[in-house]
């Protein structure tokens, strides 16, 4: 069962245009949103995160937004760049409790491609 | 920002043969460091979840006689495939992370390409 869905496996965008890289979740319990991005051979880097309290997180060109009543989140980079050509990978933690250690629960990724 | 270093970033082996890989927070003290495996065109599959000074936790189907897990120090977990098999042939990903339960970010390393001939 996926808790966490990114429903589209890819996304192209021009270059300084906008991307927007969607994420739903099922887990009503999910209380911190975090969104990683992944070059090929190389370890995730995390990108930017937010809490269930909040509905917006803004960091220079990465914006998240968390819509809890449609239980979905989305990453909006602008200007989009050829360097973010990348995976991108939602993901979501429960709070701490019976030794869950705050894991991850991950997507499946969207693979980004921006065009020069 | 913080550091994960991973070593050795690749190895080719025959079937049989045990593989030991190092993960190591370079600038903070790792209480709970993560291992995982990823295969190709999917997602990370968290494997097991370790704790400096104390038995790892391993995920529902992740065979811990296989996948030794030890974090003697909070700036060190090793995982050892023991026996390896060519279906252990995978990406193998480390993190780490300061705090115990905490929501801060997980920082990985660059990951450990095993190929088992």
């Known amino acids: 069962d996926q808790q966490v869905k990114q429903n589209s496996p890819s996304l192209s965008v021009q270059e300084g245009r906008i991307s927007i890289l969607n994420c739903d979740y099922t887990n009503s319990m999910f209380d911190y949103f975090l969104w990683y991005k992944k070059y090929p051979a190389e370890g995730p880097t995390f990108l930017i995160s937010?809490?269930?309290i909040k509905d917006k997180n803004e960091d220079g060109r990465f914006t998240v937004f968390l819509n809890k009543s449609a239980k979905h989140l989305s990453l909006h980079i602008v200007p989009s760049q050829p360097g973010d050509s990348a995976v991108y990978f939602c993901a979501a933690t429960v709070p701490p409790g019976a030794g869950n250690n705050r894991k991850l629960i991950w997507g499946l990724g969207t693979s980004l491609a921006v065009n020069p | 920002g913080a550091v994960v270093s991973q070593h050795p970033s690749r190895v080719i082996c025959k079937s049989g043969t045990s593989v030991k890989i190092e993960c190591r927070s370079l600038d903070f003290q790792a209480t709970t460091m993560f291992w995982y495996r990823q295969f190709p065109k999917k997602s990370l599959m968290l494997m097991a979840t370790?704790?400096?000074?104390?038995?790892?936790?391993?995920e529902q189907g992740v065979e811990k006689d296989k996948f030794l897990i030890n974090h003697a120090s909070l700036t060190l977990s090793t995982l050892t495939v023991t026996s390896a098999h060519p279906e252990d042939s995978s990406f193998y990903i480390c993190s780490a992370r300061p705090d115990r339960g905490s929501n801060q970010p997980q920082h990985f390393g660059d990951g450990t390409r095993l190929s088992i001939l």
């Open positions: 937010i809490s269930s």
């Open positions: 370790s704790n400096e000074g104390s038995k790892a936790t391993y």
